[in-house]
């Protein structure tokens, strides 16, 4: 039987000053580097790289964890109230997805699902661009989202090689 309420509940507890900080590092990553998308009414930035290292060094809950607040914090900072809940949404399921099978180190797997999680990622902007804007923002969307994502999907396999080989997360 899957419990998934007690996982959750056990990482937070295990791990809450590390999800923390992990949450507030991705957070200001991604203040640092912003790219306004007028069309969107949204923007481009490095929160990938926080969500898909911690997803892949601590597992898909704390992907989920870290995807969704930090997301949601992001928009709330720089004044995107409408996007916040569909952050939540999309940042949380895209971390989930992307640290699910952290557990195995093959490079491959590791790319397949932080594609998957690019693609829930890109899809669900999609959707959520469109019901705030329209079909044409919407997919005026699309391309920043990908080179969002393929950009933290590259950085963020580079750091955790790293970190792999250096051993710091158990």
């Known amino acids: 039987r899957n419990n998934f309420g007690g996982f959750f509940m056990k990482i937070v507890k295990d791990k809450f000053a590390l999800l923390a900080m992990l949450t507030a ?50 928009d709330l900072l720089l004044g995107y109230p409408q996007w916040i809940i569909f952050s939540v949404i999309n940042h949380g399921g895209q971390g989930y ?16 699902f932080l594609v998957v999680a690019s693609i829930f990622m890109v899809v669900g902007y999609f959707f959520a661009t469109s019901f705030l804007y329209g079909n044409v923002a919407g997919v005026a969307s699309i391309i920043g989202n ?14 955790v090689k790293v970190l792999d080989r250096m051993d710091l997360i158990k």
């Open 97 to 112: 997805l992307a640290g699910k099978w952290s557990s195995n180190k093959n490079t491959k797997t590791r790319i397949l």
């Open 25 to 74: 590092l991705t957070t200001v990553l991604a203040l640092t580097f912003i790219f306004p998308v007028p069309m969107t009414k949204g923007y481009v930035n490095l929160l990938e790289v926080g969500i898909y290292t911690t997803a892949m060094l601590l597992g898909g809950t704390a992907g989920m964890i870290v995807g969704g607040i930090s997301g949601g914090m992001l």
């Open 146 to 159: 990908i080179i969002q994502n393929a950009f933290g999907m590259v950085v963020s396999m580079l750091l």
